[in-house]
């Protein structure tokens, strides 16, 4: 299928749990306009009903009951379908819309979420719900309700007079598709590069905010706005030419209008005067032509707005369903029952330089190793490829004797936890942010895992115990206290492998102390890596292996490596940033 087709696919999957809403809200538009075309004539024969023989005042009374009713129902219908539209839809169609689109992220790999902003993809996903509300808006009180009105017009002209009917449907016709072909050539690119722009615009923005307590510290706010006013000029330039042509070419069909409708004009008066046409006709000419006119430009500007919705939602659809960056989902799920690890001669690089070159490790189940190394060493580059973060150039990782290339890589995520050096937390509860790492865990078993990561003490001692609040990006929180509710996470999780990045390095000696034994008191069964500087928090391992440039330089016991490198300058505060 092209991707057009996609994409129009794609749009009509947003509509799946309102297919009969939908149905609803154009029928019902639609039935309106046509008791609006009823309205009209009911209009044009009180008009008349004066001039026609033996006329009573009881027949204008019985029409006027008859246009009453009509108005009734017409408002009945409208109101039907902006009811459908407004309350109905919005309530089942946008819930809808951003499970789809959230959990679509889910198929993406890890390069997705590194190569675009965070603000770039959730205004991708609020910009579908906003626009689809927008659509079915234009659809219904505008492409379905003009189109409607132009057609019911057209009508009356019909009954009027054949030739005003064929020279008004030949003017306005040929504006509409005139319109519509100088819109798709000069004005939707233009509005498409503009859109474009604009959502670089807002990942930049959402990315400034987020940290602009470094950009305050750094003094770079004022530089930092230049970049946005820059950003936002890009988005306006091609807007506004967008709308210059749009507006150009207006002006050229109202004179062509004001020219048509004044011939037509003339011709009417000329017929009413030789009374080949009644005062009703006459009055309902000049109505229709009037309201032609107005249609006419709602009808092309709805068709305009239509446009910009779609090159919206094409946009944002090109962004979260591309087909680059994909996980593996159609590979069989891998089960790890052992936990042994194996980097076999594995080539990795980011860019030219290699982080690994024929690198071999092995690591048996159950066995706890620490890894220690300078930064850029390789030790955050080993978990990312561990976790098919990224795919080596050469060489095989293997699980269980088992080639993780081979195997569905959510399952790879559902077998190993990880505890990184940086806490990841979302702005809301304590007991929400540790149940992330088993969404069916009990009230039970959050406290005991936190208990176990010497965190419940604290969690008890808050105003709201575990519904504390911990803020955007747990700000609300010590660095400590958000290490721990990582921790709690791990031991809520049975994985076969574990593996710790600075896990521990924000707390203090006696919390590590506690935590460390805990992780050795409940870790037994389970295959763990420990990547840390800080020596003392290997002393319990198997083996410490030492990383330096992509190469295992030194291998030994706590007793022997610790003693040999607990006085080297490189491993003190050192602080991983090879990850890119």
Request: glycine fraction near 4%; charge should be positive; include cysteine.
């Amino acid at each position: 299928m092209s991707k057009n087709g996609k994409f129009i696919r794609f749009v009509f999957s947003l509509y799946k749990p309102v297919k009969l809403l939908t149905t609803v809200m154009v029928f019902s538009m639609v039935i309106s306009q046509i008791f609006d075309l009823i309205k009209q004539y009911i209009i044009k024969g009180i008009i008349d009903l004066p001039t026609t023989n033996n006329f009573q005042m009881n027949d204008l009374y019985k029409v006027i009951i008859v246009l009453l009713g009509v108005i009734i129902l017409e408002l009945i219908f409208f109101y039907i379908s902006n009811i459908t539209r407004t309350i109905y839809m919005v309530k089942q169609q946008t819930p809808y819309i951003s499970e789809k689109l959230f959990n679509n992220l889910d198929k993406k790999g890890y390069p997705f979420f590194v190569n675009n902003f965070s603000g770039k993809i959730s205004s991708s996903i609020n910009e579908v719900n906003d626009e689809i509300v927008n659509l079915n808006t234009r659809i219904t009180t505008g492409f379905m309700s003009l189109l409607t009105s132009m057609i019911s017009s057209l009508i009356i002209l019909y009954t009027i007079d054949i030739k005003i009917f064929i020279t008004a449907f030949i003017l306005f016709v040929g504006i509409i598709i005139t319109r519509l072909i100088y819109f798709s050539k000069k004005y939707l690119p233009l509005i498409q590069k503009s859109q474009e722009f604009n959502r670089e615009y807002t990942g930049v923005l959402n990315d400034s905010i987020l940290n602009f307590t470094s950009l305050r510290v750094y003094g770079a706010v004022e530089n930092f706005s230049k970049t946005l006013k820059s950003k936002k000029q890009e988005t306006n330039y091609f807007k506004n030419k967008a709308s210059a042509n749009e507006f150009t070419y207006g002006a050229i069909a109202n004179v062509v209008y004001v020219i048509t409708f004044a011939v037509l004009l003339f011709y009417s008066a000329n017929m009413f005067s030789k009374n080949l046409i009644s005062l009703g006709n006459l009055i309902f000419f000049i109505n229709a032509m009037i309201s032609l006119k107005s249609d006419t430009t709602h009808f092309a500007w709805s068709y305009i707005h239509i446009g910009e919705i779609f090159v919206k939602l094409k946009n944002c659809y090109n962004l979260l369903y591309d087909d680059t960056n994909l996980l593996d989902d159609n590979k069989e799920p891998i089960k790890i029952d052992k936990g042994t690890i194996k980097f076999d001669d594995v080539s990795f690089k980011y860019t030219k330089n290699n982080v690994f070159q024929n690198f071999d490790l092995s690591i048996k189940e159950k066995q706890k190793v620490g890894i220690i190394g300078v930064s850029g060493s390789g030790k955050t580059t080993l978990v990312n490829l561990l976790f098919k973060f990224y795919t080596p150039q050469k060489g095989k990782i293997l699980i269980d004797n088992k080639d993780i290339n081979d195997y569905n890589t959510k399952s790879i995520y559902e077998n190993l936890t990880y505890v990184p050096q940086e806490t990841i937390l979302l702005h809301s509860t304590i007991y929400e942010n540790i149940r992330i790492a088993k969404p069916t865990a009990s009230y039970n078993e959050i406290v005991a895992a936190a208990k176990k990561a010497e965190l419940h003490n604290f969690i008890e001692k808050l105003d709201y115990k575990y519904d504390t609040i911990v803020g955007e990006r747990g700000i609300k929180l010590s660095g400590g206290q958000r290490q721990r509710i990582a921790l709690a996470r791990i031991f809520l999780r049975d994985s076969k492998i574990v593996i710790f990045d600075e896990a521990t390095s924000s707390l203090d000696n006696n919390t590590e102390f506690k935590i460390q034994q805990n992780i050795h008191k409940y870790f037994n069964n389970q295959t763990l890596i420990c990547i840390a500087h800080r020596l003392s928090t290997l002393k319990d391992m198997d083996y410490i292996i030492v990383i330096d440039n992509g190469t295992i330089i030194d291998t030994g016991s706590p007793e022997i490596i610790i003693p040999k490198y607990e006085k080297v300058d490189f491993l003190k505060n050192d602080s991983e940033s090879e990850n890119v």
